[in-house]
């Protein structure tokens, strides 16, 4: 037994972790991934039915928790774990419907912006709130502590996302850990987000801020040009 310990404290396995077996490692982990997928599913049901498409919804929360409700193109790509060239197609989409727009900066040309236009970030609160309604009648209070573990617990175990490097900063927002999750945000944070006005009160409702002076002012051609769409403020 005392060898056992020894071995235990070298190699600093714990004890519970060596009476797991393979298969029922292997099961806990098929157990997770069948209960997400079937999450998932339930709550891009839940944000169809708000009229909001389920495959734009994670961008669009990026954005709105985002200083400014702007974002780099690749650090999007990156925190949603796409190709440069698929969210581009992504970003293709939800710009030609005149959700974001998409510019360069004045040093570094190469550097693309995606913004929230005025749609866009209506469609980003209507997605949020949904996404909200969605998780608070599933998820109850005595089950916050333990999901927040296991989302801190999975995010070890993944690493940073690729290209972001041991060191990366999180991702600019109001909002603290462990609610600086874009899953676990909505849950954890009050019932009158700060998120969803940008830090700026319950009662302030403003649409994204003008374009900052790195930023350059030419329109993302791939907004729609139609009166009351696509809209930037400060353009």
């Given at each position: 037994?005392?060898?056992?310990?020894?071995?235990?404290?070298?190699?600093?396995?714990?004890?519970?972790?060596?009476?797991?077996?393979?298969?029922?490692?292997?099961?806990?982990?098929?157990?997770?991934?069948?209960?997400?997928?079937?999450?998932?599913?339930?709550?891009?049901?839940?944000?169809e039915?708000?009229?909001?498409?389920?495959?734009?919804?994670?961008?669009?929360?990026?954005?709105?928790?985002?200083?400014?409700?702007?974002?780099?193109?690749?650090?999007?790509?990156r925190?949603?774990?796409?190709?440069?060239?698929?969210?581009?197609?992504?970003?293709?989409?939800?710009a030609?419907?005149?959700?974001?727009?998409?510019?360069?900066?004045?040093?570094?040309?190469?550097?693309?912006?995606?913004?929230?236009?005025?749609?866009?970030?209506?469609?980003?609160?209507?997605?949020?709130?949904?996404?909200?309604?969605?998780?608070?009648?599933?998820?109850?209070?005595?089950?916050?502590?333990?999901?927040?573990?296991?989302?801190?617990?999975?995010?070890?175990?993944?690493?940073?996302?690729?290209?972001?490097?041991?060191?990366a900063?999180?991702?600019?927002?109001?909002?603290?850990?462990?609610?600086?999750?874009?899953?676990?945000?909505?849950?954890?944070?009050?019932?009158?987000?700060?998120?969803?006005?940008?830090?700026?009160?319950?009662?302030?409702?403003?649409?994204?801020?003008?374009?900052?002076?790195?930023?350059?002012?030419?329109?993302?051609?791939?907004?729609?040009?139609?009166?009351?769409r696509?809209?930037v403020?400060?353009?």
């Amino acid at each position: 037994m005392s060898a056992a310990l020894g071995r235990c404290k070298r190699y600093r396995v714990p004890m519970a972790a060596r009476d797991v077996s393979d298969e029922d490692l292997i099961r806990h982990w098929h157990d997770i991934e069948s209960a997400a997928a079937r999450l998932h599913r339930q709550l891009d049901a839940d944000l169809e039915a708000a009229g909001v498409p389920p495959q734009w919804y994670p961008a669009l929360e990026l954005l709105l928790a985002a200083e400014g409700h702007r974002l780099p193109m690749s650090t999007l790509a990156r925190e949603l774990s796409m190709t440069s060239g698929g969210f581009s197609k992504l970003a293709d989409r939800m710009a030609a419907d005149g959700l974001i727009d998409r510019r360069g900066t004045i040093d570094d040309r190469r550097v693309v912006h995606a913004t929230l236009t005025d749609d866009g970030y209506a469609m980003a609160s209507t997605a949020r709130a949904a996404f909200v309604r969605a998780l608070r009648k599933r998820v109850e209070i005595d089950d916050l502590s333990g999901l927040a573990d296991t989302a801190a617990t999975l995010r070890r175990l993944a690493g940073p996302p690729a290209g972001a490097g041991p060191g990366a900063a999180p991702l600019p927002g109001p909002v603290s850990e462990p609610a600086s999750d874009p899953v676990l945000a909505p849950v954890l944070a009050p019932s009158v987000d700060p998120v969803l006005n940008n830090g700026k009160g319950a009662d302030d409702t403003s649409a994204p801020d003008p374009v900052p002076p790195h930023v350059v002012r030419e329109r993302d051609p791939a907004l729609p040009d139609r009166r009351g769409r696509g809209h930037v403020s400060g353009r």
